[in-house]
């Protein structure tokens, strides 16, 4: 029963520091940036507006509808609309009669198997599967200025 109590307590006990830190004053205080940083900030005099500047959903419609609609004259043809597919078609049928073989139409995969498979015994291991994965694009990050040492004081 001691071991519950003790329990209890010590938690009692951490919920109380918590609130005391939380509603402490040193909390709350704003410290300038270290003298490094404080030069490499601009100084901006204008406020940043309320509201990001942001597309609109028509905006984003109009510019999918101008890539289909070739000739402008503000209607899709069933012709503009499939011309996209057209030329995804004619690039897969390398041979040009029309029709696509299952090896034209996995080309890609095949020669992304072929070049995975180091050994060239015919099957992928671990580490040779590993390199058929897709490669993403990083993440945007934000452009920081480059860190500045700081200068030695004698």
Not at 2 to 8: E, K, P
Not at 53 to 64: D, F, H, I, L, S
Not at 87 to 93: C, F, V
């Amino acid at each position: 029963m001691w071991r519950f109590l003790a329990g209890v307590g010590s938690a009692l006990a951490l919920v109380a520091a918590g609130l005391f830190l939380f509603r402490s004053d040193a909390a709350t205080e704003k410290l300038p940036p270290p003298p490094a940083m404080a030069a490499a900030l601009p100084e901006v005099d204008a406020p940043l507006p309320d509201d990001p500047p942001a597309a609109t959903a028509r905006t984003r419609e109009q510019k999918r509808f101008d890539r289909y609609d070739k000739d402008r004259d503000g209607r899709i043809t069933r012709d503009e609309y499939l011309a996209s597919r057209r030329k995804a078609y004619a690039k897969l049928d390398t041979n040009g009669d029309g029709r696509l073989s299952f090896d034209e139409w996995a080309a890609k995969t095949t020669t992304k198997f072929a070049t995975a498979d180091r050994g060239r015994d015919g099957a992928l291991d671990a580490g040779e599967f590993a390199t058929t994965a897709v490669k993403r694009k990083p993440k945007r990050r934000a452009d920081c200025p480059p860190a500045t040492p700081a200068a030695e004081e004698s």
